[in-house]
């Protein structure tokens, strides 16, 4: 039985923060623990094939293939199974979309959809899809295996965990959906590495360097997750929806074997740590930093997803730069210790992120931060303390800031919250989500304290705060004087655009 795997095409709407490339891990841990079980297994990424494009439509940007060559690599293939990553609720219509083309072509195809929207949405999901024959609730490994045994063997799926679908009753004559139960996967060492032989790793690096799903540009880059699940309970997260609360981490040695083998097999040399809890366990953290350093791995690398204040200390920081740490995040998410403490339940003191980016600073590691405003409960007196605050670190100690308006997120108590109390100014759509979650997003909230609109002049009044900061100390270094010239001449319309947000 052939199995096919595919990451779907994107969408950009106007006001995101365009294309954006990274390798589809979900994907490529399910490929190899079908591929370990002896099943027939391919990836097509509908990103990076030899086809793909990046269109400008009327009010958005396609990142993909046609529609007609999709239909084409599915006919061609011939599979039986078909499993198609939704990875944001913001794109899952375009994974819907590629359901629908795949039972063109024949509907007899099983089509399984995973991932967050996936999760949260369970049932209801497939009722509003009907070219969608199961989902996955979690993680999908080990539910892929079992979806692919039972369908090869004509078997029920009743027994498989983390799974959702159809069954057509012919007693009653009627379509019923159900929900089996949710397990994490606790020992995480037993799954294989990724299936990176499976993807045109090559074309992947040509692409991402100009299509970074990151913010800073590194030569042959990829992403790697080496724990999963969240304990925490922030009012906006989701992660624990489909990862669970319960932290699970891989061995000191897996993460150096894996690390060591994609420096060795495709020539690595920046690794960006997704892990939504990279530093959890501090001691684990040290003891991966220590064999690193200690086999003399070189490579550089971040934690783009962020990592907690709270678990960092002069020692560990020490050790991140020395095994090459070019950058580190933090989730500080608010400038107010009252919101912090009653409004987001980060359990985090803010006197702790100033000595962080103190020691960050006198260490030389490049750090950001996490921010987000509007929240049911904030008041404009707290977004402004959040302003000041990010602003304050950034003259102090240059923790460059990421502001973005809370999103309410399917599934989690933020949304729950907002729809109870009638906060939502609309009914949410996948490009809603797309909108607001970018840096410059139009919110989806609006309270008596305040407007989406408001949200929006608090974030421009930080972006020109920092902009003016920016060219006082360019101004003041001699050694810039040359490159803001060359700027002028090279680039004119970018130096407006760098005036506009000055003078807002």
Known sequence: MKILLIN????????????????????????????????AVKIFDSLISEKTEIIEKDNFLYHGVSEDYFKDVVSREEPALVGIGGPFSAQIHNAV????????????????????????????????????????????????????????????????????????????????IFTNPWTVIKKIDE?????????????????????????????RSISMITSR???????????????????????????????????????????????????????????????????????????????????????????????????????TESGSQEVLDKIINKNLRLENVFKIAQLCRKIKIKLRSFFVIGFPGETKKDIQKTIDFAFALYKEYRVRP?????????????????????????????????????ARGFGLIETSDFTPEDLKKFARELEA?????DLIRKLSNPKEYFKILKLIFKKPDRVIHYLKRILN
């Open 402 to 438: 990421n502001l973005m308006i809370a999103t309410p997120l399917f599934g989690t108590r933020l949304y729950e919250i907002s729809q109870k109390e009638n906060f939502l100014v609309k009914n949410i759509t996948s490009k809603d989500l797309a909108l607001a979650t970018q």
């Open 8 to 39: 779907p095409p994107r969408t950009y709407f106007q006001g995101s923060k365009g294309v954006r490339l990274g390798l589809p891990l979900g994907l490529m841990y399910i490929a190899a623990v079908l591929e370990e079980n002896g099943c």
């Open 191 to 219: 799954l294989p590495l990724p299936a990176y032989h499976l993807m045109d790793m090559e074309r992947y690096f040509f692409l991402s360097y100009d299509l970074s799903a990151r913010p800073t540009k590194y030569n």
């Open 229 to 331: 699940g969240c304990p925490y309970n922030c009012v906006f997260c989701s992660i624990h929806l489909h990862m669970g609360r319960i932290w699970r981490f891989h061995s000191v040695e897996y993460v150096v074997n894996h690390i060591e083998r994609v420096i060795s097999d495709y020539k690595v040399k920046h690794i960006s740590f997704e892990d939504d809890n990279f530093t959890f366990n501090p001691r684990r953290c040290e003891r991966i930093l220590d064999e690193v350093l200690t086999k003399k791995i070189k490579f550089s690398w971040d934690t783009p997803n962020g990592v907690r204040v709270d678990t960092l200390n002069e020692k560990l920081l020490k050790k991140m730069k020395k095994s090459g740490c070019q950058e580190l995040i933090i989730g």
């Open 97 to 176: 979309r590629a359901a629908d083309l795949v039972k063109q072509i024949n509907p007899n195809i099983f089509v399984v959809i995973g991932g967050p929207h996936a999760s949260v949405k369970g049932a209801d999901f497939l009722k509003e899809n009907k070219n969608i024959d199961a989902a996955v609730v979690g993680e999908g490994e080990l539910a892929m295996l079992e979806l692919a045994k039972a369908i090869k063997d004509k078997r029920s799926l009743k027994a498989i965990s983390n799974v959702v679908y159809r069954f057509s009753d012919n007693q009653e004559r009627e379509e019923k």
């Open 465 to 469: 705060k920092i902009s003016r900061l």
